[in-house]
């Protein structure tokens, strides 16, 4: 099972997050069912592209009646790990470091942060909202106290590459990259590029090409 749900594409994973959100708010609206016409339509996907993904998981929902939306909730956060606690890390404590820290988003959907690195005296053996500031010479003693399972990576791109190989070799296996770097990683290591600039680039595209 491991294995088949490892194969699926992260497109799909990407996706459930979306219906994970929907339903939310469809329980907020007071909803107890909801249909995968619904579901789509609130997210400019098609009936069956939900249905398709659901179906990766498992056999949900009641022919004519729909998703019984609590129970869905409950599911998809327990297939997105989301019924536990994640420790997590921020390396760099610029300006998108410090606002990642202080997003409280995170802590709702159980990502803790425990941690913060850094390497400007200024900053380190002090406390930043609450979260202690660490100098990254103390990276594996830090990881292995805290238990620390995720990264975010808000460094400067010029030593980008150097910080995520140091949290390769400390163990940290899901490791979130807001830099342009990009490097090689094992197999067992989640590596998710977060490219703000190329992702602006993309729709600048679109605006101009709006006609084909």
């Not at 869905?72 to 997105?80: P, S």
């Amino acid at each position: 099972m491991a294995n088949t749900l490892r194969a699926i594409p992260l497109s799909t994973v990407e996706r459930l997050s979306i219906y994970l959100r929907t339903l939310r708010e469809s329980l907020v609206e007071g909803m107890d069912f909801i249909s995968s016409t619904e579901i789509g339509k609130r997210n400019d996907f098609t009936a069956a592209q939900v249905r398709k993904d659901l179906s990766c998981f498992g056999n949900f929902g009641i022919k004519g009646t729909g998703y019984q939306i609590s129970e869905l909730i409950n599911t998809l956060e327990t297939i997105l790990g989301l019924d536990r606690e994640w420790k997590v890390a921020i390396f760099g404590l610029g300006k998108l470091g410090g606002a990642l820290a202080c997003y409280k988003g995170l802590k709702s959907a159980r990502f803790n942060v425990v941690a913060i690195f850094d390497v400007d005296p200024k900053k380190v053996d002090k406390t930043y909202k609450n979260i202690p500031v660490y100098h990254s010479d103390m990276l594996k003693k830090v990881v292995r106290e805290k238990k620390i399972q995720i990264a975010i990576i808000a460094v400067p791109t010029d030593s980008a590459k150097a910080t995520i190989q140091r949290i390769i070799d400390a163990g940290i296996k899901g490791i979130l990259n807001f830099t342009e770097a990009r490097v090689p990683y094992p197999d067992e290591y989640i590596l998710k590029n977060v490219n703000l600039a190329g992702e602006l680039e993309s729709i600048s595209y679109y605006l101009i090409h709006s006609d084909l």
